[in-house]
């Protein structure tokens, strides 16, 4: 199985920009399709974004398009999420997943998760 973890996470005013990523090990990173996920305080999980194994197809939520680009570096086993223009409702604790199907929106697809890093905006 593979093991994430994120960081990167931190505390940036309104308008501004983070990066966080995710680091895998314990399996061929390449195997995996990548997802994002957030959870806001008193609210469920929900999906952010995804990208395929190669990283050549991904699909955002329709509330981070344009402000939210993932990628991913098979050679360094790692994904990463580029976060601009953030707004307070963006405030949340992200998850990076992992799965060995067919990448998707749903939670239940994604077999591996991480332990989270805390992205707070700031109004």
């Known amino acids: 199985q593979v093991q994430l973890v994120e960081s990167g996470g931190g505390l940036v005013q309104a308008g501004g920009s983070l990066r966080v990523s995710c680091a895998a090990s314990g399996r061929t990173f390449s195997n995996y399709a990548m997802a994002w996920f957030r959870q806001a305080p008193g609210k469920e999980r929900e999906f952010v974004v995804c990208?395929?194994?190669?990283?050549?197809?991904?699909y955002y939520t329709n509330s981070v398009k344009g402000r939210f680009t993932i990628s991913r570096d098979n050679a360094k086993n790692t994904v990463y999420l580029q976060m601009t223009s953030l707004k307070p409702e963006d405030t949340a604790v992200y998850y990076c997943?992992?799965?060995?199907?067919?990448?998707?929106?749903?939670?239940?697809?994604?077999?591996?998760w991480g332990q989270g890093t805390q992205v707070t905006v700031s109004s």
């Open positions: 990208i395929s194994r190669s990283g050549t197809n991904t």
């Open positions: 997943a992992a799965t060995e199907s067919t990448y998707g929106t749903a939670r239940a697809n994604y077999a591996y």
